[in-house]
């Protein structure tokens, strides 16, 4: 049996190679760089470690927690502490906890009465029902009021997405949201009448996920899973060129450009590297168009203290900055409140994110001038004073696919290609979801069609053997 090609040894790549080689189907991943995992990256140095991609691996499916027990990674799995549930969003200049029950929101002061009466009416706003596709900006204003849009989800979409929330679309960014609305009329009702169907599905909200990591960091699943696919992930090599045949699919390489037989492909890149593969195909395949997908700048700059030296607390996941408080960063991430060995003893680390939509000019400046912006909103957030025991930042200048207003258009030609292109699947985060955890089941899913597509395929060649 020819090996399945993987392109892309990110998460998603390596999740869907790991699984067919488990199911006996032989792979070859295809990396650029000279490194797996992608945007996963973790950097122990002086007692610190430092994540620059996500932090954090959410159990929204059994899936997730599956491929942690099937790679052997049980005993190095490490819980978030759970005292680090409180999540803070800045109003007034200052971090303000997040209500976590109705009696908590209806006595914060994060929301005013207005907006508090807003989350009461919602129940009886009508639900949308003309098909016409909504930013998340107008399905918040109508649903709810504007200073929830100002106040809290423009701050949750810059955290997750580095977004422009009067760009993203709910539809395609938020899909649960709208299904809410769609099946129950309402979010809040959706919340609660909801649950059970959830249940069956085996799925968990989100904001209600556990969360977790390794004892070294999220680098370590990547790692873990590339040692047991050994000699068949190859790095530092680049795929040129996709040539479909009537027995799968040849691929050609950098460096010796190479030409390997194939019995299917796996894209597991990004949607701009997407948009540069050459792909002969029997039918015309159009990829020009991925190239239109928006990826922001982000910085990542990651900051240790001594803890005398914060006078804020930092007990829970971390703080999220609405773009009208006038901060430079989107969000801070409280790393050594989540997990143990994230810092010397008397320290903290604390990730920070600058640029994406809101201020995407700002991720492309020199490090020191990263480390300075950060330290003086940092300052007055959460009352930082002294220097930094621990500076380090990365920047992708290319970080998170927008699923902006129209994406679907782009999810359309996905499966249109896979119509015309049999053996070629695309996986990964733009199209499935950007989430880490998003990411490891669009892998796993990948996995599914894969392995009946080699299989029938394996049935058709078999000699028919005369009586």
């Not at 914060?108 to 508090?116: E, G, M, Q």
């Amino acid at each position: 049996m020819k090996s399945v090609a993987i392109i892309g040894a990110g998460i998603t790549g390596l999740t869907a190679a790991f699984y067919l080689k488990c199911r006996g189907i032989p792979v070859t991943v295809y990396e650029a760089s000279g490194r797996v995992g992608g945007v996963i990256q973790s950097l122990r140095n002086d007692g610190y470690l430092a994540e620059f991609g996500p932090n954090t691996l959410l159990e929204t499916s059994a899936k997730i927690s599956e491929l942690v027990r099937d790679a052997g990674l049980q005993s190095r799995r490490l819980d978030a502490d759970p005292k680090a549930e409180a999540r803070y969003v800045v109003r007034c200049k200052r971090p303000m906890a997040m209500p976590s029950s109705p009696v908590g929101f209806l006595a914060t002061k994060l929301f005013t009465l207005k907006a508090k009466l807003a989350v009461l009416r919602e129940p009886f706003v009508p639900a949308r029902r003309d098909g016409v596709e909504e930013s998340i900006a107008e399905f918040v204003v109508r649903r709810f009021n504007r200073e929830f849009l100002d106040h809290a989800v423009d701050a949750l979409v810059s955290g997750i997405y580095a977004g422009d929330p009067r760009k993203l679309s709910v539809t395609h960014a938020f899909p649960k949201l709208k299904a809410l609305e769609d099946n129950y009329g309402s979010m809040i009702k959706g919340q609660i009448f909801g649950a059970r169907e959830r249940k069956k599905r085996r799925e968990v909200a989100k904001d209600r996920a556990p969360k977790f990591s390794f004892d070294e960091g999220l680098q370590v699943l990547p790692d873990t899973l590339a040692g047991q696919l050994g000699n068949s992930v190859k790095l530092n090599t680049s795929v040129l060129k996709l040539t479909q045949t009537a027995g799968g699919w040849v691929v050609v390489v950098s460096g010796s450009e190479s030409e390997v037989e194939h019995s299917a492909v796996i894209y597991a890149g990004t949607a701009f590297k997407l948009a540069q593969l050459k792909i002969e195909s029997k039918s015309t395949i159009e990829l020009a168009p991925f190239s239109e997908i928006r990826y922001p700048p982000v910085a990542s700059v990651v900051l240790g203290f001594r803890r005398e030296d914060v006078a804020h607390p930092c007990q829970g996941f971390g703080m999220l900055i609405p773009k009208i408080e006038g901060f430079k960063i989107l969000g801070t991430i409280f790393s050594s409140s989540l997990f143990p060995n994230r810092a010397p003893a008397g320290h903290l680390t604390l990730t920070s994110y600058i640029g994406g939509e809101r201020y995407p000019e700002l991720a492309s400046l020199p490090p020191e001038k990263l480390y300075e912006l950060a330290c003086e909103d940092l300052r007055v957030l959460l009352g930082v004073r002294g220097e930094p025991t621990f500076r380090h930042c990365m920047v992708y200048s290319r970080a998170i696919p927008q699923y902006n207003v129209g994406y679907g258009r782009y999810r359309a030609l996905m499966s249109d290609i896979e119509a015309k292109a049999p053996g070629l699947f695309l996986a990964g985060h733009y199209r499935d979801g950007i989430s880490l955890s998003d990411s490891i089941v669009s892998g796993c899913n990948a996995v599914e069609r894969v392995e009946t597509f080699v299989r029938a395929a394996s049935v058709r060649e078999q000699p028919v053997i005369s009586k």
